[in-house]
């Protein structure tokens, strides 16, 4: 098999593998509010914001992943 035959573009594995990063982020804070809700549950007004702005902070890094796979090609 000749490795030139070979076409496509690799920014789906790119993204795919970029995509592990904010998922794993996205669990640690959710398990981070879990485990802070029960241990302090009258807390989880105070931390329930930081929640959501985590989240949107790693979100955001894999949009732009997924934005940089298309530009970079």
Known sequence: MDVAAVHG????IGYGLAAIGP????GLIFAAYIQAT??????SKL???YL???FAVVE???LLGIAFG????
Do not use: M
């Open 52 to 54: 959501w702005i985590g």
């Open 70 to 73: 298309f530009v970079f090609k």
């Open 38 to 43: 029960a241990r302090q549950p009258e807390s």
């Open 60 to 62: 955001a890094l894999a």
């Open 9 to 12: 573009s690799l920014s789906a």
């Open 47 to 49: 931390t329930n914001p």
């Open 23 to 26: 998922g794993i982020g996205v």
